[in-house]
């Protein structure tokens, strides 16, 4: 069905702003998007870019013109355990995406926006619930005591509580979602930022066959990872309930350890490689998205298996690789 009306996509040269700005063209939207920069692996379909730093209200300012019917804040200073869990980014982890949060809703409010979404994070939900390996504890209700492992989820835990504020206060239409590890292609693969799944990838298509990559920690650390066509409809679905404004889980239930990432981008890519396990940032020995709420909310569920995103990962980095 073609949509008709404007949206405001901030943090559209990245990854899933990057993929959202096209699903939402082809929907029929208007759509405006904003970033530090262009995209660096994707086409986007969009009708207007504009370069700008969300840091400066000025710039957030001329970029929110008008009432836009949506709009989506994705913009934030983030990557993967390489670059949130060293420490060494934490000062601009949060002093860069709590401004960009900052600016936007009190120019939003200003503009009038109809609706807006806020990309928060699984990084919010405590440690503590985190130890077990096989048995993480991650409902939405369970964020409270708060204590997650990172700065990048305190700044998250802080905007979201944010937002909430501004819907309370001035009556905005807010959405909230945390996001369990998106991936696909078009996304950070080697520069710093990229997630398990893609640095797997690239490490895997370099390999040669019988040879060996390198893994952080023991590699008995779990996770679930969500393939990027599936968070858009969830990322939808969300915005179109009239009800319902999060927060809300939008993640996989299918739960590895990133051993078992590795052995079945190892399947995709038929090859046979041995693992050595390094000292590196690893992050919370257990993770796993709870879905019971974006179900009963939203009638939203996982649709194909992890290996079915990872296929289509996998080659896409595979031919970056090669294009070197
Ligand atoms: P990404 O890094 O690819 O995209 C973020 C974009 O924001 C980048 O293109 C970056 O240039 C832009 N940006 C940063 N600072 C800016 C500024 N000052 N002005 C303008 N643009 C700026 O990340 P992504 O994976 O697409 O994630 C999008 C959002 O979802 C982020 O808020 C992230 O924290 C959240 N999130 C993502 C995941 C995931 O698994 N990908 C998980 C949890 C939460």
Redesign the pocket.
């Known amino acids: 069905m073609t949509k008709h009306g404007s949206v405001l996509v901030?943090?559209?040269?990245?990854?899933?702003?990057?993929h959202l700005v096209n699903k939402l063209k082809q929907e029929g939207f208007w759509v405006r998007g904003?970033?530090?920069?262009h995209?660096e692996h994707q086409g986007l379909l969009v009708d207007d870019f504009i370069i700008?730093?969300?840091?400066d209200p000025e710039?957030v300012e001329a970029v929110m013109d008008k009432p836009f019917d949506e709009v989506y804040?994705?913009?934030?200073?983030?990557?993967g355990a390489g670059y949130i869990f060293t420490g060494d980014h934490d000062a601009d982890v949060m002093h860069?995406?709590a401004i960009?949060n900052l600016n936007v809703l009190n120019y939003g409010k200003k503009a009038g926006i109809k609706k807006i979404f806020y990309?928060?994070?699984?990084?919010i939900y405590p440690a503590y619930n985190q130890s077990d390996p096989d048995n993480p504890k991650c409902s939405e209700d369970s964020a409270y005591p708060a204590a997650p492992d990172s700065e990048?989820g305190w700044e998250?835990l802080f905007s979201e509580r944010l937002y909430f504020s501004f819907q309370r206060n001035y009556g905005m239409n807010v959405k909230v979602a945390?996001?369990?590890?998106?991936?696909g292609p078009y996304?950070?693969w080697k520069n710093g930022?990229e997630?398990a799944p893609a640095a797997i990838c690239r490490k895997v298509a370099m390999a040669e066959d019988g040879g060996t990559i390198e893994i952080w920690g023991d590699g008995k650390q779990t996770r679930s990872f969500l393939y990027i066509d599936e968070c858009l409809d969830a990322i939808r679905r969300l915005m179109d309930s009239e009800t319902f404004s999060g927060p809300v889980n939008i993640g996989s239930e299918e739960m590895v350890t990133i051993n078992q990432l590795a052995g079945i981008t190892m399947e995709i890519a038929h090859k046979k490689l041995a693992l050595n396990h390094i000292p590196g940032p690893t992050g919370v020995r257990g993770r796993n998205s709870d879905n019971k709420l974006i179900k009963e909310e939203l009638g939203w569920a996982q649709s194909r298996p992890l290996r079915y995103g990872l296929e289509k990962t996998y080659w896409w980095i595979k031919e970056q690789v090669e294009k070197q």
Do not use: E, P
Not at 34 to 37: A, F, G, I, Q, T
Not at 52 to 55: A, C
Not at 119 to 123: G, I, L, P, R
């Open positions: 901030l943090g559209a040269g990245g990854f899933i702003g990057g904003v970033d530090l920069k995209h700008g730093d969300l840091r710039t804040q994705l913009a934030a200073d983030m990557g860069n995406s960009i990309s928060s994070s699984a990084c990048y998250k945390r996001f369990h590890n998106i991936f996304g950070s930022k997630k």
